[in-house]
């Protein structure tokens, strides 16, 4: 099996920063991309940030510019670095890994229970 955990949400004011972590652990062969997502009450869970295997970027274009994420693939890790946050950021964060297990030949995606953040105005 294949666990994923996020940590590092909390309440912040607009204008600061909160560090996410996502911790993948269990039998994995390799992790292709691994991405951060968010849902808004009310609203459908979106993409923020993602990064492949071989370090390529992608972020939402509300987020560019003060996000950035990143990975330690030895520790089977990624981060989601967030400044200057403003309410609107608000959401539970959900990370998702693209995960090859030992012995199969396709990858698939596990999700994490989420982190709450909380941007105050």
């Known amino acids: 099996q294949v666990q994923v955990v996020e940590s590092g949400g909390g309440l912040v004011q607009a204008g600061g920063s909160l560090r996410l972590s996502c911790a993948a652990s269990g039998s994995i062969f390799s992790i292709n991309a691994m991405g951060w997502y968010r849902q808004a009450p009310g609203k459908q869970r979106e993409l923020v940030a993602s990064m492949s295997s071989g370090a390529r970027t992608n972020y939402a274009d509300s987020v560019k510019g003060r996000f950035t994420i990143s990975r330690d693939n030895a520790k089977n890790t990624a981060y989601l670095q967030m400044n200057s946050l403003k309410p609107e950021d608000t959401g539970v964060y959900y990370c998702?890994?693209?995960?090859?297990?030992?012995?199969?030949?396709?990858?698939?995606?596990?999700w994490g229970p989420g982190t709450q953040v909380t941007v105050s105005s």
């Open positions: 998702k890994a693209e995960v090859l297990r030992w012995a199969t030949n396709r990858p698939v995606d596990y």
